[in-house]
């Protein structure tokens, strides 16, 4: 019992509410420190004996009499958070102590499975609860756990030993994510300060809610980072809606211009409330920057309501020490929107932006009052881009390479195909209804076009790129009319760095960044493309020769494109759907004129090329290669 009463002394003795890790030590802070090796096995002793299992909170503690659970919570976790905000001696521990890091973890799953906020044996003394405290002051505890020392010389743990701790990459995200949301629910439950000063209860405590979501995004994105398996899991359990949604739910709170005194305070002022949203933007653009799939997290973070969030915060001025010197790495509000704008070129972020079209326009900019005009302009021009998206989409024939036959004449829908549907292997793009139409297309030019197609979806063949071609061919179009100029003042200056290839220019559209930027380079030169292969000069010629609009100084365009943690050159859609489908997809009531039987020497030669067909064991069914 006199171990029991000592730590409870030095908790009541250190006991703050923790605001920044970069207080400086106090006495009690550093006795914590310099005798942790005394008081570290008391703490993990009255873990072992008064607190529940982390994984199955229902069971009783092994010896309740010692201790009641919430005197033994306070007394296992107040010494982390007190050494953690105020030492830095404290924190090293934390990052490079294996038995630490253990103890924290267990602790960490405990109370993220505890339901309610009240523990057995809490007197009710306070308003605020002693769960949610924890809450709060465990973001910061495990983002330093996890997070990289500035000091070369000082040893930091992987971060697998501490998911080792918590039981696997599933245990971490789900309580990571159920933290945010509780974090942001009692945010959210705060009650309305009678006075917007740094002294007001309501104030503190929408702080303290406002820290701990910070830390928790931190915390999130160094998880993302550091660990492939924790991003992919993340998204996959909807990491970028929660944040989407606990930003939409606590900005009105935290985005408030209360007075001078509060919003420039060094603490509590709007531009520290600010740092929450940045986080949360940093995670979204980070998990979709890095993923193997962005367009899933692009859709998650639309379908969530992200551009109706970020409508709203154009109330808000912006604050030069947030906007216009973030820290480095950091994504704020424009960042984002613009990193988004990069995939409204593919078809399932369209149809998400479709779902939540109306929903942005019923809050039309110019009824707004506007304090933060760099977001309003960018928001302006993204909103423009999606209208433009959907435009692109809607152009009849829809995807017509997707849904009806691609044999000559033929004219029928993938609907109604009797046989299995047959998905050209070399392009990926061509489906037929029939062994007889993909003779016929063979021979009538589809045995050319089928490497030129295959170019315009990319090595891998991805099915959102697929899918994509329309509408990445209308923003192709329209964004090199829009920059004619541009590009005859770029083909003049390729023409005179590169003057022996002046007639093997291409012109390349580079869409992994908004607004779009052109270049114009040898073919050689272009990255993840076949530059060497012959095909080209003579798909350039027929180019020039079928065209209504010829390409000017170069051979034809490209398209560079990105997926999230992967780009790709891609030959131009446009021109390629124009070329290899031409007169095929519209209406055409001239009888099917089918190949003759007797042809099969091109049929022979169509697989000694290595074009060999295959069928989709279903109608509806894609495949991805």
Same mark, same amino acid.
């Given at each position: 019992?006199?171990?029991?009463?000592?730590?409870?002394?030095?908790?009541?003795?250190?006991?703050?509410?923790?605001?920044?890790?970069?207080?400086?030590?106090?006495?009690?802070?550093?006795?914590?420190?310099?005798?942790?090796?005394?008081?570290?096995?008391?703490?993990?002793?009255?873990?072992?004996?008064?607190?529940?299992?982390?994984?199955?909170?229902?069971?009783?503690?092994?010896?309740?009499?010692?201790?009641?659970?919430?005197?033994?919570?306070?007394?296992?976790?107040?010494?982390?958070?007190?050494?953690?905000?105020?030492?830095?001696?404290?924190?090293?521990?934390?990052?490079?102590?294996?038995?630490?890091?253990?103890?924290?973890?267990?602790?960490? +799953? %405990? =109370?993220?499975?505890? @339901?309610?906020?009240?523990?057995?044996? !809490?007197? $009710?003394?306070?308003?605020?609860?002693? /769960?949610?405290?924890?809450?709060?002051?465990?973001?910061?505890?495990?983002?330093?756990?996890?997070?990289?020392?500035?000091?070369?010389?000082?040893?930091?743990?992987?971060?697998?030993?501490?998911?080792?701790?918590?039981?696997?990459?599933?245990?971490?995200?789900?309580?990571?994510?159920?933290?945010?949301?509780?974090?942001?629910?009692?945010?959210?439950?705060?009650?309305?300060?009678?006075?917007?000063?740094?002294?007001?209860?309501?104030?503190?405590?929408?702080?303290?809610?406002?820290?701990?979501?910070?830390?928790?995004?931190?915390?999130?994105?160094?998880?993302?980072?550091?660990?492939?398996?924790?991003?992919?899991?993340?998204?996959?359990?909807?990491?970028?809606?929660?944040?989407?949604?606990?930003?939409?739910?606590?900005?009105?709170? +935290? %985005? =408030?211009?209360?007075? @001078?005194?509060?919003?420039?305070?060094? !603490?509590? $002022?709007?531009?520290?409330?600010?740092? /929450?949203?940045?986080?949360?933007?940093?995670?979204?653009?980070?998990?979709?920057?890095?993923?193997?799939?962005?367009?899933?997290?692009?859709?998650?973070?639309?379908?969530?309501?992200?551009?109706?969030?970020?409508?709203?915060?154009?109330?808000?001025?912006?604050?030069?020490?947030?906007?216009?010197?973030?820290?480095?790495?950091?994504?704020?509000?424009?960042?984002?929107?613009?990193?988004?704008?990069?995939?409204?070129?593919?078809?399932?972020?369209?149809?998400?932006?479709?779902?939540?079209?109306?929903?942005?326009?019923?809050?039309?900019?110019?009824?707004?009052?506007?304090?933060?005009?760099?977001?309003?302009?960018?928001?302006?021009?993204?909103?423009?881009?999606?209208?433009?998206?959907?435009?692109?989409?809607?152009?009849?024939?829809?995807?017509?390479?997707?849904?009806?036959?691609?044999?000559?004449?033929?004219?029928?829908?993938?609907?109604?195909?009797?046989?299995?549907?047959?998905?050209?292997?070399?392009?990926?793009?061509?489906?037929?209804?029939?062994?007889?139409?993909?003779?016929?297309?063979?021979?009538?030019?589809?045995?050319?076009?089928?490497?030129?197609?295959?170019?315009?979806?990319?090595?891998?063949?991805?099915?959102?790129?697929?899918?994509?071609?329309?509408?990445?061919?209308?923003?192709?179009?329209?964004?090199?009319?829009?920059?004619?100029?541009?590009?005859?003042?770029?083909?003049?200056?390729?023409?005179?760095?590169?003057?022996?290839?002046?007639?093997?220019?291409?012109?390349?559209?580079?869409?992994?960044?908004?607004?779009?930027?052109?270049?114009?380079?040898?073919?050689?030169?272009?990255?993840?493309?076949?530059?060497?292969?012959?095909?080209?000069?003579?798909?350039?010629?027929?180019?020039?020769?079928?065209?209504?609009?010829?390409?000017?100084?170069?051979?034809?365009?490209?398209?560079?494109?990105?997926?999230?943690?992967?780009?790709?050159?891609?030959?131009?859609?446009?021109?390629?759907?124009?070329?290899?489908?031409?007169?095929?997809?519209?209406?055409?009531?001239?009888?099917?004129?089918?190949?003759?039987?007797?042809?099969?020497?091109?049929?022979?030669?169509?697989?000694?090329?290595?074009?060999?067909?295959?069928?989709?064991?279903?109608?509806?069914?894609?495949?991805?290669?």
């Amino acid at each position: 019992m006199r171990a029991k009463w000592a730590v409870m002394g030095l908790v009541k003795i250190s006991t703050v509410t923790p605001l920044s890790p970069d207080s400086g030590d106090d006495t009690a802070t550093m006795y914590i420190v310099r005798r942790w090796d005394e008081i570290y096995p008391w703490m993990r002793f009255f873990a072992r004996n008064c607190l529940p299992p982390p994984y199955d909170v229902s069971v009783a503690p092994p010896r309740p009499d010692l201790c009641n659970v919430f005197d033994a919570a306070k007394m296992c976790i107040s010494p982390l958070t007190i050494i953690c905000t105020r030492s830095e001696e404290g924190r090293h521990m934390l990052r490079s102590s294996v038995s630490v890091q253990h103890f924290i973890a267990q602790l960490w +799953i %405990l =109370v993220g499975n505890i @339901k309610g906020d009240v523990l057995p044996g !809490d007197p $009710g003394t306070t308003n605020d609860g002693l /769960v949610p405290m924890i809450r709060t002051s465990f973001a910061l505890t495990n983002y330093v756990c996890v997070s990289e020392t500035e000091d070369p010389d000082k040893i930091t743990l992987p971060l697998s030993n501490y998911i080792h701790a918590a039981g696997g990459v599933k245990p971490v995200v789900d309580t990571l994510l159920k933290y945010i949301r509780r974090i942001t629910r009692d945010a959210t439950a705060v009650a309305e300060p009678r006075s917007w000063t740094a002294c007001d209860p309501s104030v503190k405590q929408l702080h303290l809610y406002t820290v701990g979501l910070n830390y928790s995004f931190q915390f999130l994105q160094t998880i993302s980072r550091q660990d492939a398996s924790c991003r992919a899991q993340l998204i996959r359990r909807g990491s970028i809606r929660t944040v989407v949604d606990a930003i939409t739910q606590i900005s009105p709170r +935290i %985005l =408030v211009q209360a007075n @001078k005194e509060l919003d420039f305070h060094p !603490d509590m $002022g709007l531009a520290e409330r600010q740092n /929450v949203l940045w986080s949360g933007y940093s995670y979204i653009a980070s998990a979709i920057r890095d993923a193997d799939d962005g367009v899933s997290g692009v859709c998650q973070a639309i379908d969530a309501g992200l551009l109706q969030t970020l409508a709203k915060a154009v109330v808000c001025p912006a604050h030069a020490n947030s906007r216009d010197h973030p820290p480095r790495g950091r994504m704020g509000d424009i960042e984002l929107l613009f990193l988004l704008a990069t995939f409204f070129i593919y078809h399932r972020v369209v149809g998400s932006i479709f779902r939540h079209w109306f929903l942005v326009q019923n809050a039309p900019m110019e009824k707004r009052e506007i304090r933060d005009q760099g977001l309003g302009i960018a928001l302006e021009l993204v909103l423009t881009s999606t209208a433009d998206a959907m435009k692109h989409r809607n152009v009849e024939p829809i995807n017509f390479h997707e849904y009806r036959c691609s044999g000559p004449g033929c004219s029928m829908r993938t609907s109604k195909f009797v046989n299995k549907k047959r998905r050209c292997s070399g392009c990926l793009i061509s489906i037929y209804c029939s062994e007889k139409c993909q003779r016929t297309a063979w021979r009538n030019g589809h045995k050319k076009w089928c490497p030129v197609l295959r170019c315009t979806v990319g090595p891998w063949g991805s099915r959102d790129i697929r899918t994509s071609l329309q509408v990445i061919a209308g923003f192709e179009t329209s964004s090199i009319s829009r920059m004619a100029k541009d590009v005859e003042t770029r083909v003049r200056e390729a023409q005179q760095q590169f003057p022996e290839f002046s007639d093997k220019l291409v012109l390349m559209l580079d869409m992994t960044v908004y607004p779009p930027k052109s270049h114009v380079l040898p073919v050689h030169k272009l990255e993840r493309f076949p530059g060497e292969d012959p095909i080209w000069p003579e798909i350039a010629d027929e180019i020039r020769q079928r065209s209504d609009s010829p390409p000017k100084g170069y051979m034809f365009s490209v398209v560079k494109v990105h997926l999230g943690n992967s780009s790709f050159t891609l030959f131009s859609p446009s021109t390629a759907l124009h070329m290899a489908f031409e007169g095929q997809y519209f209406p055409n009531h001239e009888a099917y004129d089918s190949a003759d039987e007797d042809g099969i020497d091109d049929w022979k030669t169509l697989n000694d090329e290595g074009m060999d067909y295959y069928s989709d064991s279903s109608d509806d069914k894609c495949h991805d290669v």
